[in-house]
């Protein structure tokens, strides 16, 4: 759902059927470790320094307590919290998380209220402060995401807290829907009408992945085992069977959120990877179990680029180097250049526009501190003045951009500064050491 902005005039309009968006928030939450980061941060590079501090803060001033005691984390300029979205403008926080009680108090209302969230509706994956569905768009990372943040919370803090009845409820019910979802001609009920077939989707073989109707950019699926979304996924069950096991002692659930991590793992291994001369193997972006692929990416996270990041992969694996070497070349229909930037684009988003969510994942599975550097260069040329880091932009004329407020890139932005730059080290999002990968 984006809105184009130039330095002073608002070109789009809201999606259809929706209502005018409601003024930003501009009070923050005092958080004192959040507070005093930001202005302790100091950089030769004035630009930086701006745009650290204002991306620090960002999720503060999205972020508000509901009366139920949960938080709720609005995803920018719309009035409404995308599972995804949160649970990535909460991550930086989880870096102070340990020090300081009052950013725990926030993360676990947080996580509470995604609980509700996915009790209410699985399928769901944006909701309003007052609990009601914004969107039913079934989207595969909107599983995966809460049950990351909950596990890296933990991995964190050591707080087990977060870890109630509720929140075993809730995993069941991600678990139910995901092996609901392995085979969704046969079992599942789900339709959208932005979908094909009625609503169904396009015809899909079995694969032992996870169909997901929709794309972390909110677009429809054109074949309907989304990659990135099933690598999200094998990471989240895999954390998913760790809290069964050493939080709830539960080692029946355990093993069977495993078996399904281990089924959808071979699933990306057989139906995931695609010969192309020019590359090796390399991962497609979407495939269908029926012999059709689409050989892509997107800027949203989970994608391919992400792949280590999201804790999949190691970024020295010879199938993703394949895979970064495509993305980021001009062979990728979503890889744009332009005399300010140059990086993968969505096509959620004008054409030929980069996304900020790209060039920050691409400097942070880099393994070149030069491309780091680059990376961060032209983030900071495509700050139109507000020192904000926005959904997409002109990469011609930063100040032609979608999104006034978008919450993710500004969250990411810090992460990357504080992880790339400052030493601190990274979280992760869950462990896949053991994965048996294709070998071919």
């Known amino acids: 759902m984006g809105r184009f902005f130039t330095a002073v005039t608002l070109c789009a309009l809201v999606a259809t059927g929706a209502a005018l968006f409601s003024p930003l928030r501009v009070s923050a939450l005092e958080l004192r470790s959040i507070e ?40 920018g300029d719309i009035p409404a919290e995308w599972l995804r979205d949160a649970s990535a403008q909460a991550r930086p926080y989880l870096f102070f998380a340990k020090d300081d009680p009052d950013v725990r108090a926030l993360l676990r209302a947080i996580i509470a209220r995604m609980v509700k969230y996915l009790k209410i509706d699985p399928y769901a994956n944006a909701y309003t402060l007052d609990y009601r569905v914004w969107e039913q768009k079934f989207e595969l990372d909107s599983l995966a995401y809460p049950t990351t943040l909950a596990w890296s919370y933990w991995k964190t803090t050591g707080d087990t807290s977060i870890f109630s009845g509720d929140f075993s409820s809730m995993l069941d019910n991600v678990l139910a829907t995901m092996e609901r979802e392995q085979n969704h001609s046969r079992d599942s009920r789900y339709t959208h009408k932005e979908l094909p077939n009625g609503g169904r989707g396009n015809a899909s073989g079995y694969t032992g992945m996870i169909w997901t109707g929709f794309r972390p950019s909110d677009d429809a699926c054109e074949y309907n085992f989304l990659i ?17 096991l050493k939080v709830y002692h539960n080692v029946m659930k355990a093993r069977e959120a495993k078996a399904l991590r281990d089924e959808v793992q071979r699933g990306i291994q057989t139906y995931g990877l695609v010969l192309v001369p020019k590359y090796g193997y390399i991962y497609a972006y979407e495939v269908d179990g029926l012999g059709h692929a689409i050989l892509t990416d997107d800027a949203n996270i989970p994608s391919l680029l992400a792949a280590p990041y999201m804790g999949y992969t190691p970024a020295n694996d010879r199938y993703y180097e394949n895979t970064r070497r495509f993305l980021l070349s001009q062979d990728n229909p979503s890889f744009y250049q332009g005399h300010v930037a140059r990086g993968i684009g969505s096509y959620h988003t004008p054409d ?89």
């Open 228 to 244: 990135p979304s099933e690598m999200f996924a094998v990471v989240a069950l895999g954390d998913m069977s760790e809290i069964e």
């Open 352 to 440: 030929h526009w980069v996304w900020p969510l790209a060039l920050i994942i691409e400097g942070m599975t880099s393994t070149s501190g030069n491309e780091k550097q680059d990376v961060m260069a032209q983030l900071l040329a495509s700050d139109p003045g507000d020192h904000l880091l926005h959904e997409s932009f002109n990469p011609d004329n930063p100040q032609q951009y979608t999104r006034r407020s978008f919450g993710w890139p500004n969250a990411l932005f810090s992460e990357f500064v504080m992880t790339q730059f400052q030493g601190t080290a990274q979280i992760p999002m869950g462990d896949t050491a053991d994965l048996e990968f294709n070998t071919e």
């Open 36 to 75: 005093q980061a930001a202005a302790q941060y100091r950089n030769s590079n004035s630009r930086l320094q701006d745009m650290f501090r204002a991306a620090l803060l960002d999720t503060s001033r999205l972020a508000q307590y509901a009366p139920d005691g949960t938080a709720y984390i609005m995803t």
